[in-house]
Structures are given as structure tokens and as C-alpha cells.
């Protein structure tokens, strides 16, 4: 009756400690993660000092904007009226390019623990894959040195096995390794506790996104011009253009071309137009850039998955000649090895792909 007891108190403090271990792990959905991230970044608290320093910068330049003048130069009256007319309209346009910075921050910050998440998930999906192939060339191993000892198969080609089996115990290692580098990247882009100790899991799998992206009806033309409307340097820069506009006109109303502050008012205005053109061309230039990786990346996943597919159809015509008594299990091993070469290729076109779709996706501002 007491050795009874034991094993069942026994069960229940094993049970007990699974369920820990368990609890002990943080799970993270993908929305989660991405809020998380945002919650615990120190970036949302910096942006706001900077708005509330934009903030306190207009409101000292409309008290400057009214203070009164008497006489002068021609140059320091426009000036003054720079001052009174384009420098408060500088300091609210400040404010707004703020505010639009700390939400391009948020995308990124989201971005990055997206981005990241994918390759935590491959190098997760990896090490099994590599668990499988190890257990393969182990089985083949196996069989293998019974046929030497039967005098069947050369000395050379265990040598050659037992060498394939070492690189394939490398491998798993390098995954491994890999994993835990991936697993302590992510950690750090959601601020958290960066321990070992500290487990966490994501409740997602490692499949290709829908995306329109893609697909024929896709207008890139339109798609850069909603891109250029929304994004923040571009606004940035259109604004400084609009000022040095007025700084120039200002300026003309009192000084003619010749005098320095005009000329340098004139250098302002072509300076800020070439500064909004190369804004954006380098915004189109990426956009382009990125949909032609993601369009490549597709390729490279179909490819990958006809090449699985066809390993595929190999291994089960071999399961039927198995099943039938024709070949035996030593002559399927190498097909299942290609599979789970093939599968991984598939995992790494996927992860790729979606990073690739994320990025052009927050250069569309999507």
C-alpha cells in the first residue's frame, strides 16, 4: 500500500512539474508579439519628448512672431518677416513630421519582431528537420555496416557514411545554435528578459502569406503614388520647399538677385527641390527594388515546392514497391533523406518570402 502511495505522489509531483515547466513558458500569438514589442519599447516615450519639444518650440516662435521691430537693414526686415510668417508655420509642421515619425517607428518596431518571428519559426522547424535527416543516415548507417560485415558493399562507402553522419551531426549543432541566436534576437526586440530561463513560443506556423502582391491586378504605379502621398520624408521635405518658397518670395519683395541673402534664399529653394526628387526616387527605387526581390522569392518557393513534390512522388512509388515485397527499407532511405532536404529548402523559400512581402508591404505603407 506504501509503495502504492509512493508512485502515485509519485505521478502527481511529475505531473506537477510538467505543468510548471509549462507556465513557465510565455506564449506569444502574432499579434501579441507586435503589441508587446510596442509596449515594452523605450521609442514611444522618446518620441513623445520629441513632440513635446516641438510643442514648446512653436509656441516660443509665435511669441517671437509678434514681438515688436523698429527699423533696420533691408535684410534683417524680411528677417523679420520670415520670422513672423514661415517660422511658426516651420515649427507646427515640426510637430505634425514628429507625430508621423512616431507611427513610421511603431510600423518598424512591428516590422522587426514580424521579420524576426520568421526566422525563429524556421530555425525551430530546422532543427527538427535536421533531428529527422540525422535519424536517417543513422538507420542507412546501420544497415549499411551489416551488409560490410556480409561482405556486400566496399569498406569505402561506410567511411564515406560515417562521414556524411558527422556532417549531419555538425549541422543539427550549427541549427541549433542558430536557434538560439534567432531566439535571443527576438527576445531583445520585445524587451524582455533575455535569460534562458525565460522560455517563450509563438502559436504561429511557418506558412507563405497571402498577399496581392503578387497577382496580376496588381498596380504598382498607383500603389507608388499612394506610397509617396503617405510617406514621412517626402512630406518632410514637400514643406520645405513650400517655406523656402516663401522665404524666397519674401526676400524678393525687398532685395534683388546679386545680394547674398538672396542668393543664398535662391540656393535654399533649389537645394530643397532637388532634396523632395531624390526623396521620391529613393522612395520609388525601393519600392520597385523590393517588389522585384518578392517576385523572385516566389519563383524560388515554387520551385522549391515542384522539387518536393517530385521527391514526394518518388518516395511513395518506393512505399509501394515496399509495401509489394520488391525493394527493401535500405533502398527508401536516401529518397526520405532528399525529402527532408527538400522540405527545408520549401521552409527556407517560405521565411523568405514573407520577409520579403513584409518589407515591401512597409515601404507601400500598408
Do not use: W
Amino acid at each position: 500500500m506504501k509503495r502504492v502511495l509512493f508512485f502515485v505522489l509519485l505521478l502527481v509531483f511529475s505531473c506537477s512539474v510538467l505543468v510548471f515547466a509549462e507556465e513557465n513558458i510565455t506564449r506569444f500569438t502574432y499579434q501579441s508579439a507586435l503589441e508587446t514589442a510596442v509596449k515594452n519599447s523605450i521609442q514611444p516615450s522618446l518620441d513623445d519628448t520629441i513632440i513635446k519639444a516641438k510643442e514648446s518650440a512653436l509656441e516660443k516662435a509665435r511669441e517671437d512672431a509678434i514681438k515688436g521691430f523698429i527699423g533696420g537693414t533691408l535684410q534683417e526686415v524680411v528677417e523679420v518677416s520670415i520670422k513672423r510668417e514661415v517660422t511658426p508655420l516651420e515649427a507646427e509642421n515640426a510637430i505634425e513630421v514628429a507625430k508621423r515619425q512616431k507611427a513610421d517607428n511603431e510600423r518598424a518596431i512591428k516590422a522587426e519582431v514580424y521579420q524576426e518571428m520568421m526566422r525563429v519559426l524556421l530555425a525551430q522547424d530546422s532543427v527538427a528537420l535536421k533531428e529527422q535527416k540525422l535519424e536517417l543516415t543513422e538507420e542507412k548507417l546501420r544497415i549499411d555496416k551489416i551488409q560490410f560485415q556480409e561482405g556486400l558493399i566496399a569498406e569505402a562507402d561506410i567511411i564515406n557514411e560515417d562521414l556524411a553522419l558527422s556532417v549531419d551531426k555538425l549541422d543539427l549543432v550549427k541549427a541549433q545554435t542558430q536557434l538560439k541566436s534567432n531566439i535571443l534576437d527576438i527576445k531583445q526586440r520585445l524587451h524582455v528578459d533575455l535569460d534562458d530561463d525565460n522560455q517563450i513560443a509563438f502559436d504561429y506556423n511557418l506558412d507563405k502569406v497571402g498577399t496581392h502582391y503578387v497577382l496580376g491586378f496588381f498596380n504598382m504605379d498607383k500603389a507608388i503614388d499612394k506610397a509617396i502621398d503617405a510617406d514621412t520624408d517626402v512630406y518632410n521635405k514637400e514643406k520645405a520647399l513650400e517655406y523656402a518658397q516663401m522665404k524666397l518670395t519674401l526676400t524678393a519683395e525687398k532685395l534683388k538677385p546679386g545680394n547674398d541673402f538672396y542668393d543664398k534664399k535662391v540656393y535654399e529653394v533649389e537645394a530643397a527641390q532637388k532634396a523632395l526628387y531624390d526623396a521620391k526616387t529613393n522612395l520609388e527605387v525601393s519600392i520597385r527594388n523590393a517588389h522585384n526581390d518578392l517576385l523572385t522569392a516566389l519563383d524560388a518557393l515554387e520551385l522549391a515546392n515542384k522539387k518536393l513534390d517530385l521527391e514526394n512522388s518518388r518516395l511513395s512509388t518506393l512505399k509501394m514497391k515496399l509495401n509489394a515485397g520488391v525493394i527493401s527499407r535500405r533502398d527508401m532511405i536516401d529518397t526520405e533523406i532528399n525529402v527532408v532536404s527538400r522540405k527545408q529548402e520549401v521552409l527556407q523559400a517560405i521565411c523568405d518570402f514573407n520577409v520579403k512581402n513584409d518589407i515591401l508591404r512597409n515601404l507601400l505603407g500598408d
